[in-house]
């Protein structure tokens, strides 16, 4: 059955740095985008952008445009986000999600989800 | 810009029909996705392409879209479909659009 099982939560100071990890089973990982979604406390769900695990292309919110990074591992299967220069209100639920069908753009599929906290 | 616009609740009693209406300008050229959340729970799919349901959502979840309004009805409605409902839609270039969310409350 198809999994995506994420890292496990973090606490950052504003300034630094997170990394998520979006590990992948039960399907050819390169055959599915990975898009990455957050949700602030109490709040809706963000797009953040989207990866092609096939050849690594991307697409980011413009919103996010220059602090956000993702990219794949496909010898283990695993999406990556990071995000930097945190702020608090980077402060949210952070979701992997992998496109149901290329080009038809929805999600299937969803990490259990990973909270960061920019706290200082 | 790109925007969907959802009520932020909607309440229902057991058995009767909940409506959720998602409307935004390029609804009309691109297909509409709807999505129930539970609290703590991460998304899940419900309809996909205005009106198709996925294997294993019961049959009293259905989407209908008329012009810039799509519309995911329950009918029926049971106490666990208490939750929160976000639609969502893509432009052409792939960059994907929720609306702000429905709190759905079975009274």
């Known amino acids: 059955q198809v999994q995506l099982v994420q890292s496990g939560a973090e606490v950052k100071k504003p300034g630094a740095s997170v990394k998520v990890s979006c590990k992948a089973s039960g399907y050819t990982f390169t055959s599915y985008g990975i898009s990455w979604v957050r949700q602030a406390p109490g709040q809706g769900l963000e797009w953040m952008g989207w990866?092609?695990?096939?050849?690594?292309?991307?697409n980011y919110a413009q919103k996010l445009q220059g602090r956000v990074t993702m990219t794949t591992d496909t010898s283990t299967s695993t999406a990556y986000m990071e995000l930097r220069s945190l702020r608090s209100d980077d402060t949210a639920v952070y979701y992997c999600?992998?496109?149901?069908?290329?080009?038809?753009?929805?999600?299937?599929?969803w990490g259990q989800g990973t909270l960061v906290t920019v706290s200082s | 810009s790109y925007e969907l616009t959802q009520p932020p609740s909607v309440s229902v009693s057991p058995g009767q029909t909940a409506r959720i209406t998602c409307s935004g300008d390029a609804l009309p050229k691109q297909y509409a996705y709807w999505y129930q959340q539970k609290p703590g729970q991460a998304p899940v799919l419900v309809i996909y392409k205005d009106s198709e349901r996925p294997s294993g959502i019961p049959e009293r979840f259905s989407g209908s879209s008329s012009g810039t309004t799509v519309t995911l009805t329950i009918s029926g409605v049971q106490a666990e479909d208490e939750a929160d409902y976000y639609c969502q839609s893509a432009d052409s270039s792939g960059t994907y659009f929720f609306g702000g969310g429905t709190k759905l409350t079975v009274l």
């Open positions: 999600a992998r496109e149901a069908v290329a080009g038809q753009y929805y999600f299937d599929y």
């Open positions: 990866i092609s695990a096939y050849n690594g292309n991307t």
